[in-house]
C-alpha cells in the first residue's frame, strides 16, 4: 500500500533562517506531488505541484522554492523565512485516479 | 471570491441529525472532491465525483453536483460525535494538476 511522509513534524525557526522540508512517498511510482499551506482555520492554498522529476510548476510568487531531486521525493525551500511564512504545509500526491492522499503535515512556526 | 466556497463555515449539530454542507465554484471542472480534516491533521479523501455525474453515495455520505449552478452539497447522515471535522470542497481544474480548495466548512457534532 502507499504511505506519504513528512518531516519533521513540527519546526520553530527564527526570521532570516533557511528551510527545508522534506516529503517522501512509498508504493507508488510517477505520482503528482502537491506542497500546500494551510493558515490557521482556513483553506489549502496550492504552492507547487510536479508531475515528473525536475519538473516544478509554482502556483503563488514567493520566497520558497521546490525540488523533485527523485521520483517519490518532493522538497520544499527556503533560503530566508519570513513572519508570513508561518502555516502548516501539508504535502500530496496523486495517480491517475486524481485522487489526493495527505500527508501528516508540518507546523511550521517563524518567530 | 475564491474558486471552491464552502457554506455554512461552521456548524454545530446534535448527534444522529443530518449535517449539510454547500461548495459552490465559479469556473469549468473535471471533477470535485470532498475532504475531511481532523484538527492539526492531513486531509483525509472522502469522495469524488465527476462532471457528467450528479450524485454519488458512499455510507453515510451523498454527494450531489449540479453543474448548471455550479454547485455541490455534502450530506452527512446520522451524524456521530466522530464526524466532528473541517470540510473541504476541492475542484479539479485540469486532470489532476490543478486542485483548487475552499476554506471549508468546520462541523462539531455534539453527543
Known amino acids: 500500500s502507499q504511505t506519504i511522509h513528512q518531516w519533521p513534524a513540527t519546526l520553530v525557526q527564527p526570521v532570516g533562517s533557511p528551510l527545508s522540508l522534506e516529503c517522501t512517498v512509498e508504493?507508488?511510482?510517477?505520482?503528482?506531488l502537491y506542497w500546500y499551506r494551510q493558515a490557521a482555520g482556513r483553506g489549502l492554498q496550492l504552492l507547487f505541484y510536479?508531475?515528473?522529476?525536475?519538473?516544478i510548476s509554482s502556483e503563488v510568487p514567493q520566497n520558497l522554492s521546490a525540488s523533485r531531486p527523485q521520483d517519490r521525493q518532493f522538497i520544499l525551500s527556503s533560503k530566508k523565512l519570513l513572519l508570513s511564512d508561518s502555516g502548516f504545509y501539508l504535502c500530496?500526491?496523486?495517480?491517475?485516479?486524481?485522487?489526493?492522499?495527505f500527508g501528516p503535515g508540518t507546523r511550521l512556526l517563524v518567530l | 471570491s475564491q474558486q471552491g466556497e464552502e457554506d455554512p463555515q461552521a456548524l454545530s449539530i446534535q448527534e444522529g441529525e443530518n449535517a449539510t454542507m454547500n461548495c459552490s465554484y465559479k469556473?469549468?471542472?473535471?471533477?470535485l472532491q470532498w475532504y475531511r480534516q481532523n484538527s492539526g491533521r492531513g486531509l483525509v479523501h472522502l469522495i469524488l465525483?465527476?462532471?457528467?455525474?450528479r450524485e454519488k453515495h458512499s455510507g453515510r455520505l451523498r454527494v450531489t453536483l449540479d453543474t448548471s449552478k455550479k454547485s455541490s452539497s455534502l450530506l452527512i447522515t446520522a451524524s456521530r460525535a466522530a464526524d466532528t471535522a473541517s470540510y473541504f470542497c476541492?475542484?479539479?481544474?485540469?486532470?489532476?494538476?490543478?486542485?483548487?480548495f475552499g476554506p471549508g466548512t468546520r462541523l462539531s457534532v455534539l453527543p
Open positions: 510536479s508531475v515528473g522529476i525536475g519538473q
Open positions: 500530496a500526491w496523486a495517480g491517475d485516479e486524481e485522487t489526493q492522499y
Open positions: 465525483i465527476r462532471s457528467n455525474e
Open positions: 508504493g507508488t511510482s510517477n505520482p503528482n
Open positions: 469556473t469549468s471542472i473535471n471533477n
Open positions: 476541492a475542484t479539479d481544474l485540469s486532470y489532476g494538476q490543478n486542485f483548487v
